[in-house]
């Protein structure tokens, strides 16, 4: 005890006393001690911050890709931890929502997502854009564009307005930012490559025995944007309804895929078809090209370019050698030439004026200038909706995307209704005369050529044409009206007068008139 109260003590006049300076130099070490301890185990707990920057689709498609890429086993654990889901807020402008991403046993959070939503390309939400770019958020950000089998005829046209936006944006960026980019893509030129050192997900490969790192190819990461890109099509069961409805074969499905895959691997891009009811390696690509990996597990991303609703091409994967072989024609050199004019266009791109003269559209149904050699154009002329009407199609100076219609003058309208009932009724005319006359002319020949008609008719000899003149002449006169009479005639029918007394007596004598009685009968 008394060992114990001299220690309390001496601690208690230590740290209550003035001391010497050697002391409190000792205290401001146990401090700093302390500090950097807990700012270590504070970091430690601190989670990685990842970006999703997704563009394209509708507010219901963006859900639906949130819903495929946040597994549900995530959302059974936040129930179970009376968590709520977080909300999802993309219903105006740039959207915004995050989630967790759980290790294997649904216990430990390795990474905290932040998605920003975007569904229009609209060049005045490029500033909304700009800030989420900064020299810290760069490496840990993934640009996702969301297409949807609903009009695949669209899709060109939708990834030149996105790479344009984001071209935009990249443009004015500080110069910070772009070298922070240029280093960025000379990583992810390295990254998933066959007999390359690093993984999808950034982690070391052991690379095999034999394996050779193979040197891009042609048309491989020529333009490479600075972020790391994946393209998701939604929606990939309505490849059945495609082919169904508007006969769609096997050729056209790789057409598609063969202009995806040539225009993506200018960027070093990756590409996967999703279907909201199937399971699919979106979680599994998104986690490896955010560089979030399980320590627990760990799930291969397989390629798959077979089946045409569930294809996957996983970032420097694919080459040109690989997209001809899917299907024999296909002039790669040309696409791909054609999608470097396409992106050396202004955005956004001018439109031309109707005219009224469909040469001057140059095949284009959106009222867009479109430059000689275009891939999107080559696109649309083979990749077609052909459930639009054929007028529609003919005249090509319409702009079938626009949901309003300008509407004619009603006075004008009127007009031209009249017009055409006029010409109508002229029509109608001219050919009641020349039916008439033809009429008349096919009796008379037939007429000359059977002569008269007769037949028998209950012992009577009968002519046919006597008996229809006869009936055409009674109903002629039962429908005239009856000629009125005259004065005289009238005065005639006056005069004549009745003699009722006559009458009356003859009547009379018929009453009163008695019945006879027989005689007697004599017999012979």
């Not at 807990?38 to 997704?54: F, Q, Y």
């Not at 495929?68 to 931890?81: G, P, Q, W």
Request: hydrophobic share 35%.
């Amino acid at each position: 005890m008394t060992a114990n109260s001299n220690r309390f003590s001496t601690y208690t006049s230590t740290s209550v006393g003035t001391g010497t300076g050697s002391e409190g130099k000792k205290d401001d070490q146990k401090r700093d001690m302390w500090s950097s301890m807990l700012d270590s185990v504070a970091s430690g707990k601190r989670l990685p911050e990842k970006n999703l920057l997704v563009l394209g689709g509708s507010v219901d498609s963006q859900r639906d890709f949130l819903e495929a890429l946040s597994s549900n086993d995530t959302r059974k654990n936040l129930d179970r931890n009376n968590q709520k889901i977080p909300p999802i807020a993309n219903s105006f402008a740039l959207g915004y929502t995050y989630y967790n991403v759980l290790d294997a046993d649904q216990e430990d959070i390795l990474a905290r997502i932040s998605l920003y939503l975007l569904t229009s390309p609209a060049p005045s939400f490029t500033t909304l854009i700009q800030p989420l770019l900064t020299p810290q958020s760069i490496p840990n950000t993934l640009i996702v564009i969301l297409l949807d089998w609903s009009q695949p005829w669209l899709w060109m046209r939708q990834l030149r307005e996105w790479l344009l936006l984001l071209r935009t944006v990249i443009m004015s960026l500080s110069q910070e930012c772009k070298e922070t980019m240029e280093e960025s893509m000379n990583n992810w030129r390295d990254r998933g490559r066959t007999g390359g050192s690093v993984n999808l997900d950034g982690t070391g490969a052991v690379a095999a025995e034999g394996d050779v790192a193979l040197p891009l190819g042609p048309g491989e990461w020529e333009d490479g944007l600075g972020l790391p890109l994946c393209v998701v099509c939604q929606n990939s069961e309505r490849i059945d309804y495609l082919e169904k409805s508007q006969g769609w074969k096997e050729e056209k499905f790789d057409l598609v895929l063969q202009y995806l895959r040539t225009v993506l691997l200018r960027h070093g891009a990756s590409l996967i078809y999703t279907t909201p009811s199937m399971p699919s390696p979106l979680q599994t690509l998104v986690h490896a090209s955010l560089g979030i990996h399980s320590l627990l597990k760990r799930t291969p991303l397989k390629t798959n370019v077979i089946d045409r609703d569930k294809i996957v091409v996983p970032p420097n994967w694919d080459s040109w050698g690989k997209i001809r072989v899917l299907r024999d024609g296909f002039d790669v050199e040309q696409v791909s030439e054609g999608w470097v004019i396409d992106l050396d266009q202004p955005f956004p791109m001018p439109r031309i004026e109707n005219t009224g003269d469909p040469s001057q559209a140059n095949g284009d149904f959106h009222g867009i200038d479109e430059p000689e050699g275009s891939a999107v154009v080559l696109y649309e002329e083979q990749v077609q909706d052909t459930s639009l009407d054929a007028l529609q199609l003919a005249q090509g100076i319409k702009d079938t995307s626009r949901l309003e219609v300008p509407s004619v003058d009603t006075q004008a309208f009127l007009a031209n209704q009249l017009e055409r009932l006029e010409q109508a009724k002229k029509a109608d005319e001219k050919a009641g005369k020349d039916n008439s006359f033809a009429q008349n002319a096919t009796d008379d020949i037939i007429s000359d050529h059977i002569g008269p008609v007769q037949f028998n008719m209950g012992g009577i000899q009968v002519d046919a044409d006597d008996m229809v003149q006869r009936l055409k002449d009674r109903q002629a006169y039962g429908h005239s009206p009856e000629p009125p009479l005259d004065d005289e005639s009238q005065l005639e029918e006056g005069s004549t007068p009745v003699d009722t007394a006559t009458l009356a007596k003859f009547f009379g004598n018929l009453m009163n008139r008695k019945p006879t009685t027989p005689g007697p009968v004599t017999e012979a």
